[in-house]
């Protein structure tokens, strides 16, 4: 089993920034795949970004590229994502997500473990 905790979530006013974590324990995915989901409300579930711990190859959606960087800590089994340049449409619960495969993916049915989810608010 692995265990992901998300923190870092938050208000912050439109143009702000946050920077999200991702604390993963229990068996971990050395050579797989984290990556960053979010479900604003009344919509789908959507993927935000992805890294792949065998070769820090990173994989963004068109909606976040060039604001949002995602990285991690492989030692400390823990990922981020700095989110700057926020709007009110990135307004959403924001997951982490682990994956068995190395290579990075957009698609969540292919991500193993979910944590709980951390809210972001921003406001206009």
């Known amino acids: 089993q692995v265990q992901l905790v998300e923190s870092g979530g938050g208000l912050v006013q439109a143009g702000g920034s946050l920077r999200l974590s991702c604390a993963a324990s229990g068996r971990t995915f050395r050579r797989g795949t984290m990556g960053w989901f979010r479900r604003a409300p009344g919509k789908e579930r959507e993927f935000v970004a992805a890294?792949?711990?065998?070769?820090?190859?990173?994989y963004y959606a068109d909606s976040v590229r060039g604001r949002f960087t995602i990285s991690g800590d492989n030692a400390k089994n823990t990922v981020y994502v700095q989110m700057n340049s926020l709007k009110p449409e990135d307004t959403a619960v924001y997951y982490c997500?682990?994956?068995?495969?190395?290579?990075?993916?957009?698609?969540?049915?292919?991500?193993?473990?979910w944590g709980q989810g951390t809210q972001v608010t921003v406001s206009s």
């Open positions: 997500a682990a994956s068995g495969s190395a290579t990075t993916t957009p698609h969540s049915h292919e991500y193993d473990y």
């Open positions: 890294i792949s711990w065998s070769t820090y190859n990173r």
